[in-house]
């Protein structure tokens, strides 16, 4: 009852009961044809604002980024949906998320948070960092959305009327904290020719280059705020600021107005991950085809340190530019082919971007068949089923860190073996004769352990076991052989791991309370589940693998 007595003394409550009697006033004045007083009255129509339900929802800016995920999923879906009428989805309500999502995907690429990315059929899933929270999201393919009859868009676009809101309010804030005014004033061209991308990272260049302006010559900013000053008389205010960013913007030269990698004033203070993914494309230039998906590569492709042009009006540089690294395509036959730069399929770039390496091309060349593309938010260890392709890439990963890898079929605890590093040339022979003798200790240690362990489990009392070593001890050392060996050969058999094992859980079990029991036992059936499912996959493999042999 507090609960709802609180509710029913929200002040939007009372907003929207003063924006149904007005209503109720205008839908009057039409009915009496009152045409005068209907537009006089739409022209002053109350409206609500979501501000205080936003702070008090989120107190913190940590908060808000903790509850991002939907809130992006939602902006981003609608910002692909086509404008209808019939179900009150406005052109102008379709076009702020999609400057929203844009303005997010700027500010993603300009600080290089972004961190996974994968291909699924529900579209592309995108993984974030920022300040430490880590915020995944969901945006639909670029093609054309059928919109079905069995969605209720009342309730989806009260979410969206919420999330619109909230993300405002969160880029706003990250804007600023690196330095750019917001909302941001971008070029008309290029928002005609659909290139908000690219507009807002000259947005970016300009704001980055105004600050280096200003820290390095004072005057010079004082005499252009002058400048400024005179011309507001003449002009308007958003002309204004637009003919300033136009001015502060780079030479129209390949390659310059798209370089998003520009050094910012904090980078001492990046991370290691976010130095590996600011320097992956570094020295790579890229060209996208008119049929790959556009506005991802955008996206992902800046954010990770490369430079990327397209095919079309208002891009940076032209196809023949001859520094041109690598060329997305995704048709079999290409008009023009160069010799000097690589033909790959756009998921070599997402695949690069997972596995933070640059891949060998030779597999995702144009008209073969792609490697399988693997998910980043699966872990393959933990499900103990880890794919061929994955394996090649962890040894990839290890050869560019120039990481010793065991040789197939060897495990890597024997790599660790001193001989096996004499015979590779890592370690001197003294070195080796020190690790084989303090790996010689460590065998003896662990059988003895094995074997008191053994005599625990057998009932063996501690002070037998005691009398029995000191018995030992006052032997000759013929004798003291001789007798320990016939001792533990009667006594105490050879310790079998699997059944110490055994016995371990089942002692351990036997303490358990009924509770814990049971949980204990739901834990094993899903182990054992997952491992029939395990074998199961790698019986499917085999088979595959003997159909294609046959074939």
């Known amino acids: 009852m507090k609960d709802i007595a609180f509710l029913a003394h929200e002040p939007i409550l009372e907003k929207l009961r003063d924006i149904r009697a007005y209503d109720k ?53 609608f910002a692909a949906l086509p404008a209808m009428d ?8 379709v076009h702020n998320c999609r400057r929203l999502s844009h303005e997010w995907q700027a500010y993603i690429s300009r600080t290089h948070s972004l961190r996974k990315t994968f291909i ?25 959305q059928v919109v079905t009859d069995d969605v209720d868009f009342n309730v989806m676009l009260t979410f969206l009327e919420f999330y619109e809101n909230l993300l405002a309010f969160v880029n706003f804030k990250i804007y600023h904290s690196i330095n750019v005014k917001y909302p941001p004033i971008l070029d008309p061209r290029l928002e005609a020719l659909a290139a908000d991308l690219y507009a807002l990272s000259r947005y970016f260049a300009a704001s980055s280059r105004s600050q280096a302006v200003e820290s390095a010559d004072p005057n010079l900013a004082i005499q252009e705020n002058a400048a400024i000053e005179d011309k507001d008389t003449r002009n308007d205010e958003s002309e204004l600021r637009l003919a300033q960013l136009q001015h502060q913007l780079p030479a129209n030269e390949p390659g310059t107005l798209m370089q998003l990698v520009e050094e910012a004033a904090g980078e001492d203070n990046d991370d290691e991950e976010t130095k590996v993914c600011k320097a992956l494309f570094k020295d790579l230039k890229f060209f996208l085809g008119r049929e790959v998906p556009r506005e991802s590569l955008l996206f992902i492709i800046p954010a990770f340190g490369g430079v990327v042009s397209w095919e079309g009006d208002g891009a940076p540089y032209e196809e023949t530019d001859k520094s041109i690294t690598h060329q997305i395509v995704d048709r079999p036959s290409q008009k023009h082919t160069f010799f000097s730069r690589n033909y790959v399929q756009p998921q070599w770039i997402f695949d690069c971007v997972n596995a933070r390496i640059i891949l060998p091309t030779d597999d995702y060349l144009v008209g073969r068949v792609p490697p399988p593309h693997l998910s980043p938010f699966v872990e393959n260890e933990a499900e103990e089923d ?24 060897i495990d890597k605890q024997d790599l660790e073996d001193p001989q096996s590093l004499l015979v590779e040339g890592i370690i001197s022979r003294t070195e080796a004769n020190e690790a084989a003798e303090r790996k ?8 003895q352990y094995h074997d008191e362990l053994k005599m625990e489990l057998q009932g063996v009392p501690y002070t037998t ?23 533990l050969i009667n006594v105490l058999p050879d310790p079998d791991p699997d059944q110490i094992a055994k016995d371990a859980s089942s002692m351990a079990t036997v303490v358990m309370s009924r509770k814990k ?17 395990i074998n199961l996959l790698k019986q499917r493999k085999k088979k595959a693998e003997s159909s294609k042999k046959s074939a």
């Open 120 to 144: 699924s059929v529900k579209g592309i899933y995108y993984q974030a960092e920022v300040e430490g929270q880590k915020i995944t999201w969901l945006t639909p393919h670029s093609l054309q």
């Open 386 to 409: 880890v794919p061929d392709y994955a394996k090649t890439i962890k040894l990839l990963q290890a050869a560019s860190r120039k990481e010793i890898m065991p040789m197939p079929g």
């Open 440 to 447: 010689r200790k460590m065998a003896i240690l662990e059988k």
């Open 517 to 533: 029991r049971r949980l204990y036992e739901a834990m094993q059936i899903g182990k054992e589940r997952k491992e029939a499912h």
């Open 86 to 93: 019939t179900e009150k989805l406005a052109v102008q309500r």
């Open 465 to 487: 076991r005691e009398s029995i070593s000191n018995e030992t001890d006052r032997q000759s050392p013929a004798e003291t052989t001789d007798g320990k060996e016939e001792s």
């Open 25 to 77: 006033k205008i839908k009057k004045a039409q009915k009496k044809r009152n045409e005068e007083r209907a537009k006089r009255l739409l022209t002053r129509r109350p409206s609500y604002t979501l501000d205080r339900v936003i702070k008090e929802r989120y107190p913190k800016f940590i908060d808000a980024l903790r509850d991002l995920d939907d809130c992006l999923t939602m902006v981003h879906l």
